[in-house]
C-alpha cells in the first residue's frame, strides 16, 4: 500500500471517528437536532445526485419522492401497523414506480423542458395529497397533514425519545449513499450517465441505452430519496403536504448539491452539511432582526457559489485534498475526491 | 455479385410536422463507398439520423441486409454494426481520448473485441495514441474528427455513416480525414458518406446520390455524377 492510500484510509477514518464522536460532546437535543438534520440534508442531495447530478438532468420535483417514500411508509403504521423499518422499503418501492411511470414519457424532454416537467409533476403531486382525505383502507390527512402514530421508545418501529439514534441513523444513510455514489460513478452505468450528460445525441449515436440509463439511475435516485423521506417523517413525526412535497423540499436538494458541487461523489455532501449549517446559523442569529432576513442571506449565499465558483465548494476542497495527498493540480488522480 | 447492405424504400422522416426526407429510396451495397451529396438544408443530416435511428420514420422502410430497423431504437441499430459519426464531431469534451473511444465500444458485440480494437484504431491513427490521456475538448479540430471515426470504429461498424467529416477543417486536413476514409474503405467497411465537399467526396466515392429538398433527384457512379452537367454547375462550380 503506498503513502497516497494510507493517507486516504487515514482521512476516512478521522472522518468517521469525529462523526460517530459528536454525541459525546453534544448533548442538547436541539443541536443534535440541527447536526442530524445538515446529515439528512446531505443525504437528500446526495440522493438527488445519484441521477440528476451524474446524468446531468435538472429534476424540480424530487419532493414527490419523499412524500411518496413518507406516505406510504406512516399509512402503512398508521392504519396496519406495519413496522416502518418494513414499511419503509414498500415506500421506496412506490417511489421507484412513480419514477418510472414519470421517466417514460419526460425522459425525451432535454434541459429546461424536462426541468419544467418536472416542476409541473412536483406540484401536481403536491396539490393531489393535499385534497386526498382517504385513500381506499388508508387515512390520508389531506391539507391537515398526517401525524405518525406515536409509540414512545419503540426501536422496533423506528420511534426514539433521545435524538441520539436518529443521528446515527442519519449518519448510517449518509455512509451508505456515499458508498453507493462511489460505486454507482465507477460502474458502467455511471461511465454512460456521464457521456449522456455530456452528449445526449452522440451516446445514443454510439449505442448506449440512453433511456434505460436514465430509467435506471432514476430508479435508484428515487428509492434512497424516499427513503429520506421516511427518515424525516419519523424524525419529525409530523407530514405536512406543504412540507414533504412542495418546492421547498425539491429545491433545497438542488440546491445543496449544486452548491456543493453536482455530479460529484462528495459534493453533494459539503453542499448539504456546510449550506444547511449555515442556514440554521444565520437563521439563529438572524431571524429575528427582521422578518426573512436570514432566508436573503441564504439567497446571497447561493447566488454567490454559483457566480463564482459553478462547479461547487468541492472544488475548492479538491486542491486542499491534492495538496495534502501530495499530488498535483492535475495529476492523474484528480477525480478521487469528486 | 453486388450483396445489398442497407436498402431505403420510400422513406419519410422529420421533425414532429416538417418533413425534410420526402419518399426517398436508395442503396448501399457491401464493400462501397457511397456519397450523398447535396446543399445544406437538403435533408442530408436528417436522412443519416433516421437511419442511425434518432429520428423515427413517418413511414417507408429501411432494410439492413435481411431485417427491417426503421423501428428499432439507436442502441439495437448499432448493435448490428451500422454506427453514425454525427456531424460536428460530438466527441465528449471532458472525457480522455481513451475514455472516448472506450465509450465507441459499449454494445456486447464490440465489447469482447475492446483490446483488438484499441490497438487496430491507435495503429491506424497515431495521433490519438500520444493524447491518449488528454481530454477531448483539448484536441485541434482535426484530431476531434480523428478521434469521433476511431471512436465509431470501436463499435466494429458493417457501414460507417459520417455526417460532413470535413465540416471547418483546413484544406490540408481534409485532405487527411478523406486519406483516412479511404483507408478505412480498403478494409472492406461499407461508408455512406454525407459531404458538402462535393469534389473531394466524389473522388473516393464508388457511387453517389445527389439529395434535393429530401428526395434524391440523381443517381450513378460516381464519374456520371461528377460529369453530369449539372452537378458541374450548381455544386462543382464549373
Request: a neutral charge.
Amino acid at each position: 500500500m503506498d503513502i497516497v492510500q494510507k493517507k486516504k484510509i487515514g482521512l476516512i477514518v478521522i472522518i468517521l471517528a469525529i462523526a460517530l464522536s459528536i454525541p459525546l460532546f453534544v448533548t442538547k437535543p436541539y443541536y443534535i437536532h440541527v447536526i442530524t438534520m445538515c446529515l439528512l440534508w446531505a443525504y437528500l442531495a446526495s440522493s438527488w445526485n445519484l441521477f440528476c447530478g451524474f446524468a446531468g438532468q435538472l429534476s424540480l420535483g424530487h419532493g414527490i419522492f419523499t412524500a411518496v417514500g413518507a406516505y406510504v411508509t406512516i399509512m402503512l403504521f398508521n392504519d396496519f401497523n406495519i413496522s416502518p423499518w418494513i414499511g419503509m422499503f414498500a415506500g421506496g418501492a412506490a417511489a421507484v414506480l412513480l419514477s418510472t411511470l414519470i421517466g417514460y414519457p419526460t425522459f425525451k424532454l432535454r434541459g429546461a423542458y424536462y426541468a419544467l416537467a418536472t416542476v409541473a409533476i412536483g406540484s401536481g403531486v403536491m396539490v393531489l395529497i393535499e385534497n386526498t382525505m382517504t385513500l381506499g383502507p388508508f387515512h390520508v390527512g389531506g391539507a391537515e397533514g398526517l401525524i405518525v402514530r406515536l409509540m414512545g421508545n419503540a426501536p422496533a418501529y423506528l420511534q426514539f425519545m433521545s435524538k441520539v439514534p436518529y443521528y446515527y441513523l442519519a449518519l448510517a444513510m449518509l455512509v451508505i449513499v456515499v458508498v453507493f455514489s462511489y460505486w454507482l460513478k465507477n460502474s458502467r452505468l455511471g461511465f454512460y450517465l456521464s457521456a449522456l450528460k455530456e452528449d445526449e445525441d452522440a451516446a445514443a449515436a454510439l449505442g448506449i441505452n440512453v433511456r434505460n440509463a436514465k430509467l435506471v439511475a432514476a430508479a435508484y435516485s428515487a428509492f434512497f430519496t424516499a427513503i429520506g423521506g421516511v427518515f424525516y417523517a419519523m424524525l419529525i413525526r409530523y407530514l405536512e403536504p406543504m412540507a414533504i412535497a412542495g418546492p421547498m423540499m425539491s429545491n433545497e436538494m438542488v440546491f445543496l448539491a449544486v452548491v456543493g458541487g453536482s455530479g460529484t461523489v462528495f459534493g453533494p455532501v459539503v453542499g448539504g452539511i456546510t449550506l444547511h449549517a449555515i442556514s440554521e446559523v444565520i437563521q439563529f442569529y438572524f431571524s429575528d432582526m427582521a422578518q426573512g432576513l436570514h432566508l436573503f442571506i441564504y439567497g446571497l449565499i447561493v447566488v454567490f457559489v454559483i457566480m463564482f465558483k459553478p462547479q461547487g465548494i468541492i472544488d475548492i476542497l479538491q486542491k486542499y485534498y491534492n495538496r495534502f495527498l501530495g499530488i498535483s493540480d492535475r495529476g492523474e488522480d484528480e477525480s478521487s475526491v469528486s | 455479385m453486388n450483396m445489398k447492405l442497407l436498402s431505403i424504400k420510400n422513406l419519410n422522416s422529420g421533425y414532429g410536422d416538417v418533413k425534410i426526407i420526402k419518399n426517398l429510396s436508395l442503396e448501399v451495397n457491401k464493400g462501397e463507398v457511397v456519397s450523398i451529396v447535396g446543399a445544406n438544408g437538403a435533408g442530408k443530416t436528417t436522412l443519416l439520423k433516421t437511419i442511425s435511428g434518432l429520428i423515427p420514420a413517418t413511414s417507408g422502410e429501411i432494410w439492413f441486409e435481411d431485417q427491417r430497423i426503421d423501428n428499432l431504437p439507436p442502441h439495437k441499430i448499432t448493435e448490428l454494426g451500422i454506427i453514425h459519426v454525427p456531424e460536428g464531431r460530438r466527441v465528449f469534451p471532458f472525457f480522455t481520448v481513451y475514455e472516448n473511444l472506450l465509450i465507441g465500444s459499449t454494445m456486447p458485440r464490440a465489447q469482447k473485441e475492446r483490446k483488438k480494437n484499441l490497438e487496430y484504431v491507435f495503429n491506424l491513427l497515431p495521433r490519438l495514441a500520444e493524447r491518449k490521456n488528454q481530454v477531448g475538448s483539448t484536441l485541434s479540430g482535426g484530431e476531434q474528427q480523428m478521434l469521433a471515426i476511431g471512436r465509431a470504429l470501436m463499435g466494429m461498424p458493417r457501414i460507417l455513416m459520417l455526417d460532413e467529416p470535413s465540416l471547418g477543417l483546413s484544406p490540408l486536413l481534409v485532405q487527411t480525414i478523406f486519406e483516412l476514409i479511404s483507408t478505412i474503405a480498403k478494409e472492406g467497411i461499407t461508408v455512406l458518406l454525407v459531404e458538402q465537399n462535393v469534389r473531394q467526396a466524389l473522388k473516393l466515392s464508388d457511387r453517389a446520390y445527389v439529395l434535393e429538398n429530401g428526395s434524391i433527384s440523381l443517381e450513378g457512379t460516381a464519374e456520371e455524377i461528377s460529369n453530369n452537367p449539372d452537378v458541374k454547375k450548381a455544386y462543382l462550380g464549373l
